[in-house]
């Protein structure tokens, strides 16, 4: 024991003076780039044009095979999706095992196998590495394509097509590609249902036929195997698949860059948000000599979370939970430059005039020394931590033989990342980042984000969310002269069933399941309220028993989450303790509402009433047709920020006498609820006790 301790004081006093010996008052001078050594793969090429890459591995007993079929990028005109179909069909079963045999065998040897329309992946333990190589061959030579699966598929990419039709990232990304590359060009078409419903079972044959070869195929293996042995495996089990006659491509020219800086505006009029995407065509491949000052420059500007951008958007004005950039590649004809956010409706005119403010300042101003030598340490860290996995090795020589790269440039790259200066960033950020030709995409709610966008004085051109070309869109239709904010209200109340009905409603029971969008669980809520404000919410998810609670007595009430009880706030308890009865409209008055417009909802024209009680003041949509309410839209702060939430009701079905809404779509922010009723009591089953 007392050796141990006198070694361990041996230790901490030769810490000590080696530390006495270090001047702090300098900056230790960076070390030499490291030295970067790359295993060369093993290498062979099979008779029918597949050139094999292989990466041995020793140090666990694990193999994965990528196959990658790199054909040159094509358009699919009015049949867009068919390389979508082919992809989801493919990996389940051949024309020698059915689907459920081969997935059952994939799961009982612990292996991983997944296809798409231009490759597949496969791992597994090395023991069984030969057997999962032949059901990857024979998925890809003989795959099971039946019609059935197809009519499935179809039906499945319709159904996803027709829930992003709401989605505002979703038509961002396809307007800005469309509008960048053109609709004719590979990066630039787009599906829709119509071009899906234009595929048929027999197009997928044929598409298969043409573009899943070995033409231009290649496989990659990483892990614990032996050459000699593996050469064998793969030309017994890949040496019999047949080339194709294969198709001529050429890839036409992408849309020339904007003749000047415009803003493209999409209107969504369920958007809560705007997406900004400022965006300029680039020429850019990794062989070029300006690649490792771009991949530099648009790490200061965008590439993390200490960038101009996001320092700007986020950390200095809350515009945003993040902003970024990026820079694409191409060895065909065509990358782009993007940046930009989500941001809330209020301020989308201040992001994009921020967003221009910092790419100004990249192309014009000195880049500061640290931020320079941060942007190299990352891209440093990043590499070497890389190198670590085999799977990298193998990656980087595949992109050597893509891209046309010397056969030194990933040994080089960490001296090129360090060579570049700050007159580096700002040349190239002049070269890339084209402001003056770009355009600003901005997808959200016109009625509440376009005049303000006009008052930065950038030209804006209108678009549908195909990209189609439009005209401004009109926000608000003159109001018939014997509608009142109070003859909206008692429409309503008369269309839901009148008054008299109405107010026989004491308490409300409501059993909904709920869908919270990314969520992989499907809680069920009881909802519970009496008149004139007492409330209760509990919401269970099967296998873990009740996941929160929500009460409130009339007098204070409690959230309860986890097993932890959190008393409500003494605001909320005021303005629950506000509320006169289960249905707002009966108690509402001239002097506390007011019709503002007739404007659009999701197409439906609806009677806009701004709503005030006390400090409070929300907006509620009426449909012009129907009397319905169709939505409630409201603004909060929470954690420094405005939220901003809407609630979509709709499926109106009469309980009792009573029209109430049996969906509910609620969306905050980045986050949709949706709420589907499966039961609704008037008067019964809810008791005083149910608030406590």
């Known amino acids: 024991m007392k050796t141990k301790i006198i070694a361990l004081f041996a230790m901490f006093f030769a810490v000590v003076s080696v530390s006495a010996q270090v001047d702090r008052t300098k900056q230790p001078k960076p070390g030499p780039a490291p030295k970067i050594t790359l295993e060369v793969p093993g290498e062979f090429e099979l008779k029918n044009g597949i050139k094999v890459l292989v990466v041995e591995n020793h140090k666990l007993p694990r193999v994965s095979y990528s196959l990658r079929i790199d054909n040159k990028p094509s358009t699919e005109g009015d049949k867009a999706g068919v390389s979508s179909l082919l992809g989801a069909m493919l990996g389940n079963g051949t024309t020698n095992i059915s689907k459920d045999e081969f997935n059952e065998e994939i799961d009982f040897l612990g292996a991983n196998l997944s296809f798409g329309s231009s490759g597949a992946f496969a791992s ?7 057997r999962i190589l032949e059901l990857m061959a024979d998925a890809a030579m003989n795959p099971l394509l039946t019609e059935e699966e197809f009519n499935k598929e179809k039906d499945k990419l319709l159904e996803s097509l027709k829930s992003n039709e709401k989605s505002v990232d979703a038509v961002a990304g396809r307007v800005g590609a469309a509008l960048s590359y053109g609709t004719h060009h590979p990066r630039g078409e787009y599906t829709s249902e119509d071009t899906v419903k234009n595929v048929t079972f027999s197009d997928v044959l044929a598409y298969y036929e043409t573009h899943f070869n070995p033409n231009n195929a290649y496989i990659v293996v990483v892990g614990d195997v032996d050459f000699p042995t593996l050469k064998k495996q793969i030309k017994n089990r890949f040496g019999k698949w047949e080339k194709s006659a294969g198709i001529d491509v050429t890839i036409p020219d992408p849309s020339p860059n904007a003749q000047y800086t415009q803003i493209n505006f999409v209107d969504m009029p369920n958007a809560v948000q705007s997406n900004i995407s400022l965006t300029n065509n680039v020429d850019l491949k990794m062989k070029d000599e300006d690649y490792h000052s771009v991949l530099i420059a648009n790490k200061i500007l965008g590439g993390g979370f200490n960038s101009y951008l996001n320092m700007n958007l986020r950390e200095e004005h809350g515009y945003t939970y993040g902003a970024r950039s990026s820079v694409g590649t191409s060895r065909w ?22 967003t221009l403010k910092e790419i100004k300042r990249i192309k014009t101003e000195p880049v500061e020394a640290d931020a320079l030598k941060n942007a190299k340490a990352k891209y440093v860290g990043d590499f070497v931590l890389a190198l670590e996995r085999p799977q990298t090795v193998a990656n980087y020589a595949l992109n050597i033989k893509l891209n046309d790269l010397p056969s030194d440039f990933y040994t080089t790259y960490l001296e090129k990342i360090n060579a570049v200066t700050a007159e580096d960033v700002n040349r190239v950020a002049n070269k890339y980042f084209k402001t003056e030709n770009a355009r600003i995409v901005v997808v959200g709610k016109g009625s509440d984000v376009l005049e303000n966008l006009e008052k930065t004085g950038i030209p804006i051109k209108y678009y549908d969310k195909y990209a189609n070309a439009t005209e401004k869109p009109v926000f608000s239709k003159p109001i018939p002269k014997d509608i009142t904010a109070m003859s909206v209200v008692k429409n309503y109340v008369a269309a839901i069933g009148g ?11 409501t059993n909904a399941n709920v869908t919270i969008e990314g969520a992989p669980f499907k809680p069920t809520a009881t909802i519970k309220q009496m008149s004139p404000n007492k409330f209760s919410m509990e919401m269970v998810i099967e ?11 009339g007098a204070s009430g409690y959230q309860e989450q986890q097993g932890r009880k959190i008393p409500m706030e003494e605001k909320d308890v005021d303005k629950r303790k506000q509320e006169r009865g289960l249905f707002p409209e009966l108690f509402m008055e001239a002097s506390n509402i007011e019709l503002e417009s007739i404007v659009s909802v999701d197409g439906t024209d609806a009677y806009k009433i701004k709503y005030t009680e006390g400090d409070e003041v929300s907006y509620r949509y009426y449909s012009t047709d129907s009397n319905l309410l169709i939505r409630t839209e409201s603004t909060q702060e929470a954690q420094g920020q405005s939220v901003t939430t809407i609630s979509d009701t709709n499926n ?4 009792n006498g009573v029209m109430f809404p049996h969906t509910t779509k609620i969306t905050a922010g980045p986050q949709v609820i949706i709420l589907n009723v499966s039961e609704i009591k008037l008067n019964d089953g809810v008791t005083d006790e149910d608030f406590n």
């Not at 004809?333 to 921020?354: C, I, K, M, P, Y």
């Not at 008054?499 to 029971?509: G, H, I, P, Q």
């Not at 109106?652 to 309980?655: D, F, G, L, S």
């Open 124 to 130: 597994s333990l090395a023991k069984y590495s030969d």
């Open 333 to 354: 004809n065509a990358s782009r430059f993007t940046a930009g956010a989500s941001v809330r409706n209020e301020v989308t005119d201040s992001a994009v005039v921020q």
């Open 499 to 509: 008054k008299d009905k109405v107010k026989e409603v004491n308490t409300v029971l």
């Open 543 to 553: 296998g873990m028993g009740t996941v929160m609670k929500q009460k409130f007595d």
């Open 652 to 655: 109106y079905k009469e309980v």
